[in-house]
């Protein structure tokens, strides 16, 4: 295994391809979350695992189960059932382990089964044609790298509050402008080789 | 064609079998109190209680304790319900249903525009901030509907004429219209207040008049003619209806709904409202001639000469009930004599 090449992925997916700043996937929560600093690390967390274990599973059932019996086509149908369950399984246990950060994430959580970032991520990995090891990486590294654009938004967010924003663009509005700049910025990696 | 169903059949089932273990595993217990009250509040998830809907606030009275007599669409009913699982006491049985009411009756064709727009403006909001809209009365209703949009029992319409129109049966005392008028027109009432101003115009009399033909121009002839006198701690006399800035306003803690105000009100701000109306009667076997009646009576209608039987002029009477509370002898009885539509 080729840990130079494992470097790349992980460097690759949280800077260079940033789900949300350079793909623009999973851009719902993105906004819904990142109200809180607190908040928003709780929903990477939740993320992070889905996202982890979904590339995991997803990646065997495309293997073992839609390759071999030349079901490719099914594809997208298996993977949002697979991400469902997962996302089910963080549901309950985030309610049992954590009731604040299960209040706090609201509506949030169920929706991460819909989340573009975590099918996004099973299907690049398929596509990519990545082994094992290098798609639970990659799952990983992609969802750190959302929890990473979600913790900075929540940052700049709660300084937000205190700042004096003209009427018209206060609460979402400047939200957005704000992610823009970040994405902008986030633009300084593209083009990087590894 | 049956691998794709094995294979996708085969995965649900395998997920299925996970998620009903982990449920086993992580299973939460739900204070079994916050499904009851929610089963009896309304479901109109209205946020007049001030939490995010009927659940949250289900889950505030029971888990935290909070006030169970914050749901204003479910009124008496419901505080009874929730004091029955809660324990504690119930509504005050004699508690009257607030509405809410538009004080503007400045319509089309009361008023005029004093300006159109180009373009074409949505709500009443916008509008205000144009110079305070287009209607020729600053502090009139603008008919844009903000309130019929939050109204979540369907309660509000606006008219043919162009003014925001409650109906108060339908009216769930939620205050969000109240709170959404960028013109503060609506104001929460008791249902059983029926003499109201409809008006809100502050500005000066002659001002008010030239921008409605129903303004309350301030002249005071209601003030004047209200037969309400209450003396307050400064030994002040008080009456059920006051000015202040240009306006009346009618305590309706004081008023007695006799409509004095409205018949004597020369602009016709002052809107009665009153169903039955009643006259005052004498039972002639029990009058013992006082005069108490007589001089209570606001509109003079009382006749008789001392320890005579007294007579009510039937034609004067207001039906205003100031004498049936003032006779000690129970000697005077108020007859509903008309039903109005």
New interface residues.
Partial sequence: MDLGNLFGIIFGSIFINNFVFAKFLGICPFMGVSKKVESSIGMGMAVTFVMTLASAVTWV?QNY??VP???EY?QT??FI??IA?LV??VE??V??TS?NLYKALGVFLPLITTNCAVLGVAILNIQEKYNFIETVVNGMAAAIGFTMALILLAGIRERLEYADVPRPFQGVAIAFVTAGLLAMAFMGFSGMKI | MIYAILVLGGIGLIMGLFLAFASKKFEVEIDPNVEKIMDILPGANCGACGYPGCGGYAEAVALEGANPTLCAPGGSQVVNDIAAIMGGDGADPDAVKQVARVKCQGDNSKTTKIYDFDTEIKTCATATLYFGGDKSCWHGCLGYGDCVKVCPADAIEINARGIAVINEEKCISCTKCVKECPKNIIEMMPEDQKVTVLCNSKDKGAQARKSCTVACIACGMCVKVCPVEVKDADGNIKKAISITNNLAKIDTDLCINCGLCSMKCPTNAIVNEIKEVKKAEIIEEKCIGCTACARVCPVDCIEGAVKEKHKVDQEKCIGCGLCYEKCKFDAIKMNVTEIRK
């Fill in positions: 059932v189960l839609l019996f030349e079901l099914l149908i298996a059932l697979i369950s089910q399984f309950m246990a309610q049992k009731p």
